[in-house]
Structures are given as C-alpha cells and as structure tokens.
C-alpha cells in the first residue's frame, strides 16, 4: 500500500449571511492544504445552496494564492453548463495556474431543471441532449481545434486569426475526470480515456457489499481504458482524525457520524445507494480501517471528502492530523513547498493586514 499523491475535497460551505467569509475561508483553506504538503485541492460545484456555485471563478481566485498543488473540480454537472462557454473559463483557469487545474465533470439533467424552467433553458428542456455527448462537447472545445474553414478567419483590433476556444490551454484534455458511481459510468470513462473519481457512494448494483461494488467498477474501468496516457483513480473517503481535537469537538466528531452510521447498514433508495462508514477516530484507529479497504491499495490517489458544515478550524485540524499521523504511514511523502510558496502566503498576509495562516485566525 503506497498513496502517491494526497489530496482533499471541500464543500466551500458558508453561512446565509457571510458568504465572503465562507469563501475566503476556502481558499485559506488551500494555502495551508498546499503548505502541509498535500498535491491536490477539490472544491464541490453546487447549485442553489450555502456552497461553491462556480468552481472555475473560485479557482481562478485560487490560481492567485497557491503556487504547487492542483487545484480540483468534483464535479460540474454538464446538464448545467454551456460546453463552449465553460471551456473558455477552465482554459483561463488553467493557464493562470500554469497547468494545474483538474476538472472534474459528470453528465445527465441537472436535477433542479425543472424548478429553474426559463431560468436556465431557452426552449424545452425534453429537447436537450444531456447524455454523455455534453461532455465530449466540452472537451472538444478543450482540445483547441480551429474552428471553420481553413480561410474563415477572426477579424479584430488583435489582428487576424483563426478561430478557436481561447486561450489554448495544452494539456488540460489529458486532466479530465468522471465522476463515476456506477457500472457504467466507470465503463464509459474507461472507454473515452477520461480519468476516474470514485468516493464513498456508489450503486449496488449487483451487490450489497460497497466494496464489491467498487471494485467492480475499477476493474471495468481499467479493463475498457484507452487514452495513450496513463489512467488515475482517485478514491474519496471522508476520514476524521480526533488526535489533535480538543474534547468537546471529539464528542461532535463522533455524535456526527453516529448520526450517519444507519445510511451504511443497507442500500439506499430505488436507486439502491451504498454508503462507505465514515473514519472518525484516532490516527491509529482510521488507520486499521484504511488497512482492511480492499479498495485502497489499487489506488495511488487519496482524497479527503470534508464533511460539509464544519468550520474552517476543524477542517484545518482534519488535514494537519492526517498529513501528520495518517498519510506518512501509508506510503505518502509530502510535497515540497516549493520556492515561493511559504514565502508568498506570509507576504501576501502582511499586505493585506491578515493572518499568515489558518492556525492564527481569531
């Protein structure tokens, strides 16, 4: 068992009244993710809720307080998004990262389309295709072809040019994700040489066990892969550590996920939905039950799912701890914080008059 590459996922969750703290609490979050070491930051893409409702703007904000880590989305759900419009905001993000954007997509009807009617569609929605084809969509216009004729060009102040999505940002085809759950969404992904997310829900379809049914999704994955470039699976488990917490949040901690332990007895729905238990306990503790995962050691990617209305401190405590006690004893180095990193977060904090980090926050 070797975990490679560290990562977390937050729901960049706020209160009604204090959205701009909520925010910039996420991104802080990501500064101090990027100086523990870890090598990726997701945020969750959200409609219609206290959350983050435009990943790409949020990580472009991000492009401008991180230098190393990548920075993640987990998913964008296509039935919302403009596949062309959207290319060219991931494009802007990827290049102001220089190259570290990580998108991940997921199709189907966005499920609040028909509370949102005319808000969101200009003509009837039984006529709009939100199969998977919305996602090749997109990532065609990500492959920064020319579009028209060899003699169509674009006329501006700029210049003469030929039409295509700008800016071109080469490379980011190849870091494109699915959002997989089930048989054949792992299958497709494999197929279409998208890379794999995979968490702590899936479907069971033809078991009750939550491991069985996620192995069985790698192996379709893996057997139906066909990109040229190597395929990743990045597993999402939601760990609490209580190894640093005080008392009375080691009682929340627990309380919480005894609260969710019923949803993991059964499947769930029509739909049939497996949950994995929540790892809440010491470093020790999660580690024994990291250890039985059958799911674990086919990965090289670990992805912390952050539960949702936390605050920022405990959050921050829930990285520190696993990078610390965790991760190590799995195999995982930490990144190197590269030669600017520390040093432009500190300087950043002095220009603005705010604290260096997380940990210094009243």
């Not at 999505?165 to 494999?190: C, D, F, I, N, T």
């Not at 605050?311 to 965790?326: C, F, K, M, P, W």
Request: include cysteine; aromatic fraction near 8%.
């Amino acid at each position: 068992m070797a975990i490679a590459h560290l990562a977390f996922l937050t729901p960049g969750n706020y209160a009604e009244n204090s959205p701009l703290q909520g925010l910039e609490d996420t991104l802080r979050l990501f500064e101090h993710g990027e100086a523990l070491g870890y090598q990726g930051a997701w945020v969750r893409q959200r409609h219609l809720e206290r959350a983050v409702s435009s990943a790409a703007t949020l990580l472009a904000a991000a492009t401008q307080r991180t230098r190393r880590i990548a920075l993640g989305t987990a998913v964008i759900q296509m039935g919302y998004e403009n596949p062309f419009r959207l290319a060219e905001d991931l494009a802007t993000v990827d290049v102001l990262s220089r190259g570290r954007l990580q998108v991940g997509l997921s199709a189907g009807a966005p499920p609040y389309g028909p509370l949102l009617g005319g808000r969101l569609f200009d003509g009837d929605a039984q006529a709009i295709d939100f199969s998977h084809a919305r996602v090749e969509r997109l990532r065609s216009n990500l492959r920064g072809d020319f579009l028209g004729d060899d003699d169509f060009f674009v006329e501006s102040p700029a210049g003469r040019q030929r039409p295509r999505v700008q800016p071109h940002a080469a490379g980011l085809v190849e870091r494109l994700w699915y959002g997989g759950g089930s048989l054949k969404s792992a299958q497709w992904a494999g197929a279409q040489g998208y890379h794999l997310l995979i968490g702590n829900l899936n479907r069971g379809e033809q078991t009750d066990d939550f491991f069985a049914a996620q192995r069985s999704q790698l192996d379709l994955f893996h057997a139906n892969w066909s990109a040229p470039y190597a395929p990743r699976v990045a597993l999402g488990r939601v760990i609490v550590p209580l190894d640093s917490a005080d008392v009375t949040t080691r009682a929340r901690y627990r309380t919480w996920a005894a609260l969710r332990l019923p949803r993991t007895l059964a499947p769930q729905g029509e739909r049939r939905t497996l949950f994995a238990r929540d790892l809440v306990g010491t470093s020790d503790e999660i580690l024994e039950s990291l250890r039985k995962d059958p799911i674990v050691p086919r990965v090289q990617e670990l992805r912390l799912e952050l539960p949702y209305d936390f605050n920022v401190h405990e959050y921050a405590q829930i990285l520190s701890d696993t990078a610390q006690y965790i991760a190590p004893e799995l195999g995982w180095t930490p990144a190197a914080a590269g030669p600017t990193a520390d040093k432009y977060c500190v300087d950043r904090a002095a220009a603005t008059s705010q604290p260096s980090s997380i940990t210094d926050m009243a």
